[in-house]
């Protein structure tokens, strides 16, 4: 897969990409991100990327013209599929996009500055747009670090353990169970008996019953949207009961 990133700050973006799972997939050649400074293809001695607005107001906004130069070198380079612009404006980015994403051969992420970037050149370029949540940020490039890193994640052969990708919290839409070290200081203390039973089937059994109980208790959300099959209910019913006293849900 290739991911190229439009970005004022391009190393920001390469860089975290460059750790952790996403960096050992770049090191597998399962992926490569390669960024593209806008004002690498600015005009003039001042390399003018950003304009105050028509129409006034505080701020000012991304010019076109670097945009369409930064694009087309990029394009030109070879970056392929859609160009994605990180906007504040943008549908969620969700698991599901994530999968859907990780299943193309490429796209580019367009990271915006300042206010933001000139309409005509998201008309005429951007195919879509992403936001990675309700809070604001100073720029697009945080948002392209987490799309990279939980597109790059989902790669075949990105992660050691193929069991720890389905094992994900959301992978299966609930939340993760609790985990417990074989830590020297604290010994078994605190921990639930079950996992040190060494019986398999109980402790899958508990541990699907905490994911689903902590969904329950923490986001009555995810649960919602769900279809639970009649042993996660019947599980679920029993961590319920277990409880002191239940949280009441609207
Ligand atoms: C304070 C400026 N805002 C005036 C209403 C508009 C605004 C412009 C630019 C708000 C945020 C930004 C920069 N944000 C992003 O580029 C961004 C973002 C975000 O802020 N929140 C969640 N997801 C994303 S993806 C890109």
């Known amino acids: 897969m290739r991911i190229d990133v439009l970005s004022l700050f391009p190393a920001f973006i390469t860089q975290a990409a460059g750790l952790g799972v996403v960096g050992r997939a770049a ?38 013209e670097p945009l369409e130069a930064c694009l087309a070198a990029a394009r030109a380079d070879g970056a392929l599929g859609p160009l994605i612009h990180l906007s504040p404006q943008g ?33 005429a370029h951007v195919d879509e747009e992403l936001s990675i949540g309700d809070y604001v940020l100073s720029g ?18 990105a992660l050691n353990d193929a069991a720890s990708a389905v094992q994900d919290s959301f992978e299966d839409g609930l939340l993760d169970c609790p985990h417990f070290t074989r830590s020297d200081r604290l010994g078994t203390e605190g921990v639930p008996e079950v996992l040190l039973s060494g019986d398999h089937a109980r402790i899958a059994r508990w541990r699907r019953q905490q994911a689903l109980g902590r969904t329950w208790l923490r986001r009555p959300d995810l649960l919602a949207r769900m ?12 961590f319920i009961a277990g409880q002191a006293s239940a949280p009441q849900h609207p």
């Open 140 to 157: 697009g490039e945080l948002g392209a670090a987490v799309v990279i890193d939980a597109v790059g994640r989902l790669l075949d052969g």
């Open 227 to 238: 279809e639970l099959s009649p042993r996660d209910r019947a599980l679920l019913a029993e």
């Open 91 to 123: 549908p969620r980015f969700t698991q599901t996009k994530a999968r859907a994403l990780a299943a193309t051969p490429g796209f580019l992420l367009l990271c915006g500055r300042y206010e933001g970037v000139d309409e005509r050149f998201l008309d």
């Open 27 to 64: 090191e597998r050649g399962l992926i490569t991100v390669k960024g593209w400074n806008p004002r690498d293809h600015a005009a003039g001695n001042y390399r003018r990327v950003d304009e105050r607005p028509f129409g006034g107001g505080p701020g000012m906004v991304m010019l076109p």
